[in-house]
């Protein structure tokens, strides 16, 4: 999240004059500086109230992962504005991670398969996603900002979990022969039952330290690019880093499809073996260049930490007791997700092996005795047909991204709450001449609204998963892998447009009703008869004690555990499947993938349907819109408050600042 630019603030000031000039009697009985005091008392100092809460929460409220390293707004070099190229060095070191994630995404369940884990077991495992990214980057957001090492508050954790990952991954590739040839200098054969145990149960283990390393390195990652960013070009850094994180996708997934070791022979006889050299050295070579290229304010220059930072249990505890008080938009997007997560989870860490699973059947019919070394090939064989699904999904995903806003109706950026001032949304008004904005408008589609292309995403996903049942064909299956692309766009998308454009008419109506206690208690002082008389009425005192709405952080971190909790859902019920419906590796007829993919086309079924119950739009009463182009200056029927052409743009660009600001985990997957 970033600090407010100047010209924002200075945005801010001019209210505040405007509101002096127009309340002030003529017989000049309240001072301008009575007036101002006033003000400053209900707003704050600072003025953060005036600016978007996604953008600019309290410093009070403000969420212990965010960085704080953008506050500074008098530091002229911090806020100047940065070149494409800048933005590019800055982001690259997440393409550089999502390499790493795909990596793990694709290859590792057929890995941990191959080490001899069962497949109840193995849905066990990868639990260890949602439980490391809701304990681990929250908590590594709060030690970076109490960093005070002299070249940067954020470097340190990005070049320590880069490290710990690559080690991560490299000793997960070489485990079989580090764990073996350490055993066998005890007598222990390396073929044994017993060490294949031990082997597994390592690798478990280190399943979990390499989770803990990826969200150590995403989260300072994230906070990285928020500090080293100038506050008003913090969308054009998150659309940047949206970019970037689809290439590394789809490098990923390419590498992934090639036959590694007929090229890459010396970095080990494996495909998963080259896979992590490759992630390591994208990883490591990404966040070298960043960090030694982009420089990172000193945080020795602000002093000690404050002791008054909030501790990761009373964290949570805040986010309990926000539950309460979500606004309803809000709590319907988070049980939507909530339904909706316990169907993605399962595609995103089993589609490649769904997929293997009916390229392997042929091969096992015709020979199904084996030896381990032939298996071994096949599957690898197998997985690389997996990794080009999901490099299908990839594309399919990202073309989606940059096509569908053109045809959406605009809904949820339609009002000014949307976090910018009036006149200033991101294309022309609608008297524009250009040819282009005017052909752009004949895209859109009417009634085509955000929240009905969600909808029906969901029911594309769930058809494509009861599908994975009757298809048994590579060709057919990567079809369906690829289509629910287009679901995977809108789940990036919509959640968080829909609670970005909520927050923001939250926090809007609130300055709307702080205003109008302000000019009420402007006018209960001049009508004052005497000294003994209240300055506000018992209604303003209401009204000046009404509770202030929670800051982005505190809902982006419920709305966190709304995404986290049903993937821990998901793999125990995958296990329980698994245990039902599996067959030992290398036995034809399996169809325990499909019956799992399936399982959770139910739930997103039902995330289809309680999507249908949000609304569309939630309308801001006219007096507030009215006492904010007050405050703006602007008339209140002025042509910039029409609805711009490419305002889709917008609410895509919101709802990447808004998931980038959240500490969610996988939500790079």
Known sequence: ?????????????????????????????????????????????????????????????????????????????????????????????????????????????????????????????????????????????????????????????????????????????????????????????????????????????????????????????????????????????????????????????IAGGINLPKYLWFFGSKQFKDLCAIASIALCSTVLFSTTVIPERNPQLDGRPQEAQPGLISFFVKIFAAIKRLPPQISKVCVVQFFAWVGFFPMLFYTSSYIGDIYVQPYLEENPNMTPEELDELYERAVRRGTHALLIFAITSLVTNVVLPFFIDPTYDSNIAAGKPLGEHHGANEEDPSKLRKWLKRLVIPGFTLRRAWMYSHILFAGSMFSTLLVRTIEGATALIGLIGITWALTLWAPWAIISAEISRDHFMFRARKQQLRHLALAAETSRQDSSEPLVSHEGRMQDDEREPDQAGVILGIHNMAIASPQMIATLGSSIIFRFFQKPRGVPGDYSYSIVLASGGLFVLVAAYLVHKIDDNMPIPQEAVDIYAAEQGESVHSPSRKRSADLPRGSLEQATIARNSSFGAGLEY
């Not at 969420?63 to 100047?80: I, L, N, S, Y």
């Not at 880069?162 to 079989?176: E, P």
Request: proline share 5%.
């Open 1 to 253: 999240m970033s600090s407010p630019s100047s010209s924002s603030a200075d945005r801010v000031s001019s209210p505040s004059h405007e509101t002096t000039r127009s309340v002030q009697p003529d017989d000049g009985s309240i001072s301008p500086k009575t007036v101002r005091a006033r003000i400053n008392t209900d707003v704050g100092n600072d003025g953060v109230n005036e600016q978007s809460p996604l953008l600019s929460p309290h410093r009070e409220e403000q969420a212990p992962f965010v960085g704080t390293g953008a506050e500074h707004q008098d530091d002229d070099q911090t806020q100047e504005t940065k070149s494409v190229w800048y933005l590019i060095a800055l982001t690259i070191c997440l393409g550089g991670l999502q390499v790493a994630w795909a990596v793990e995404l694709s290859n590792g369940t057929p890995y941990l398969l191959s080490l001899g884990l069962s497949k109840s077991l193995m849905a066990l495992v990868w639990i260890a996603g949602p439980i490391t990214g809701t304990l681990v980057q929250p908590y590594v957001g709060m030690l970076s900002d109490n960093c005070r090492v002299s070249w940067g508050r954020r470097k340190p954790f990005v070049l320590g979990g880069a490290a710990a990952t690559s080690l991560a991954y490299m000793f997960l590739a070489w485990i079989r022969e580090i764990v073996g040839g350490f055993l066998s200098l005890f007598g222990a054969d390396p073929k044994s039952e017993g060490t294949k145990t031990v082997i597994i149960v390592v690798a478990v283990i280190w399943i979990y330290v390499l989770d803990v390393a990826v969200n150590t390195v995403q989260a300072s990652i994230r906070a990285f690019i928020v500090d080293c960013t100038p506050s008003h070009q913090q969308e054009a850094a998150n659309s940047m880093a949206s970019r970037v994180v689809g290439l590394g996708n789809i490098i990923g997934y």
